[in-house]
């Protein structure tokens, strides 16, 4: 095959790749073998040659993008990097197939690449976008997004207060676990938001006040949900379970103790486990021994 023939034909297989492959083919295959180095240098081809079959490739990536943003939506990401316009409309077909057609995995995904790639701000929306398709329940202390969350809040955090502000809400509507919560409640307390933010910016920081919003909400859902979570653990426990119980409850009291009237909390709710489940004897004299 002479090279006029193999750039000719490798040209019309791009330009007709729906009736040959699938999308997720088409992207994963047939653009990353166009645009890579061994088929320049097999087919000898000059700068204009390349551009055009590059071209052609992140015209293919987009089309498959369109077609499955599911599964074509991060390579058509990574086959547009070059080329701005390119990438542009990549990022836009992710954001308008964000709230139908994606998962928060995916999101995740290709928000951590975002940030990978020097776009903060767009790894941010993203990943407030994967939030609320998400929904953990108060006994998934092990669920794969919760790393995701916790990376999402992070950045929220590094971005500075109104990011953060705007993305705790999500989260408590999102997330029902008590210990992904209070983990990244204390994360919160530890340093300031946006401490470093863009372009290396600090700002004149302070802690921010577990009393006032966005934190005290934060709290507040945090408290709530180890008192759910309590509540539900107690309808089917098993002795095995008692001492386990009793470190989850030392676990509460910490959250609680972030309060300023925390102790007055957690002194009321364990009296009130103490009236309601007064029947499991064994279990309430460990909650009295630790507790009192």
Request: charged share 20%; net charge positive.
């Amino acid at each position: 095959m002479n090279l006029k023939t193999g750039v000719y034909a490798l040209d019309s297989i791009v330009q007709n790749w729906f009736t040959l492959f699938t999308p997720t083919e088409a992207t994963s295959i047939v653009a990353t073998t166009v645009m890579s180095n061994s088929t320049i240098v097999r087919l000898h081809l000059d700068c204009h040659q390349q551009e055009k079959l590059a071209s052609s490739a992140r015209t293919l990536a987009l089309q498959c993008a369109m077609k499955d943003p599911q599964n074509c939506a991060l390579s058509a990401l990574t086959l547009c990097e070059k080329d701005h316009i390119s990438f542009e409309t990549a990022y836009q077909i992710v954001l308008d197939a964000a709230t139908t057609s994606m998962s928060y995995s995916q999101l995740f995904t290709i928000a951590r690449y975002m940030e990978h790639r020097g776009y903060p701000m767009r790894a941010y929306k993203l990943a407030t976008l994967a939030i609320t398709h998400l929904n953990l329940s108060y006994n998934q202390d092990t669920h794969p997004a919760i790393n995701d969350v916790l990376w999402a809040c992070a950045l929220s955090h590094s971005l500075g207060k109104n990011e953060l502000a705007a993305v705790i809400p999500l989260v408590v509507k999102s997330v029902k676990c008590a210990t992904v919560l209070s983990d990244i409640l204390r994360r919160c307390t530890l340093t300031t938001p946006g401490m470093v933010g863009l372009h290396g910016r600090r700002n004149s920081g302070k802690l921010m006040s577990l009393d006032k919003a966005p934190l005290r909400q934060l709290l507040d859902a945090t408290i709530g949900a180890y008192i759910n979570t309590t509540h539900s653990r107690l309808t089917h426990i098993s002795p095995r379970h008692y001492s386990e119980f009793i470190e989850f409850l030392s676990k509460a009291r910490e959250t609680f103790l972030m309060a300023h009237d925390g102790h007055i909390q957690f002194t009321q709710f364990i009296d009130n486990l103490k009236q309601i489940y007064k029947g499991k004897k064994k279990l309430m004299m460990l909650v009295r021994e630790r507790f009192g």
